[in-house]
């Protein structure tokens, strides 16, 4: 029996590697620091900088290196990446998506740990900090509604997987202590 820890895109890896007909079983838990959980959704939130929350659109602001990241290092998304960065528009940028050569819509449902939602049967501990710019904090309230998770905790005191020093006592307290009861 093993448990995965996963932090960032890390954590969307091990969630799909938890799926895996050869060890899911065996996989009792896993804890998701700041992973995403569709990728089409992280891309249209990071090249619109905006998110979909608590039904609204609202403004998000990624790090600005992240779109070449995306595109270039870890998607490999040559073939559409210009049209990716000719519109903030939500809907065009779904519609670039979905029209997308085969090959690139495959590789991006093989990478979103939705599509795996009903293969993965360990237990989830998620953890995602709500001013992350680099995977916003809705892909793991997404992972949360779709999955009831065994655990879920949105705090103010990570930055992308890596603690806050400069925050106040009762705060750090606070949000501690919501990690302590995961």
Do not use: C
């Amino acid at each position: 029996k093993i448990g995965f820890l996963g932090i960032s895109v890390g954590s969307s890896l091990a969630f799909i590697a938890s799926a895996s007909p050869e060890i899911s079983d065996d996989v009792l838990y896993i804890l998701w620091l700041g992973g995403y959980y569709d990728i089409k959704d992280y891309i249209v939130d990071v090249f619109s900088e905006s998110i979909d929350y608590n039904l609204q659109v609202v403004e998000y602001k990624p790090d600005a290196k992240i779109k070449e990241t995306m595109t270039g290092n870890l998607l490999e998304l040559d073939e559409v990446t210009n049209k990716l960065n000719s519109t903030k528009d939500r809907n065009e940028l779904r519609t670039i998506l979905n029209e997308a050569p085969l090959e690139v819509r495959q590789k991006l449902d093989a990478l979103s740990p939705r599509t795996y939602t009903k293969d993965v049967r360990a237990k989830i501990f998620a953890i995602h900090d709500s001013s992350d710019k680099l995977v916003p904090f809705t892909e793991s309230i997404h992972l949360n509604e779709e999955m009831k998770l065994e655990r879920f905790v949105l705090t103010e005191i990570i930055t992308h997987a890596v603690p806050k020093l400069d925050v106040g006592t009762i705060q750090a307290v606070k949000e501690y202590g919501k990690l302590v009861l995961l």
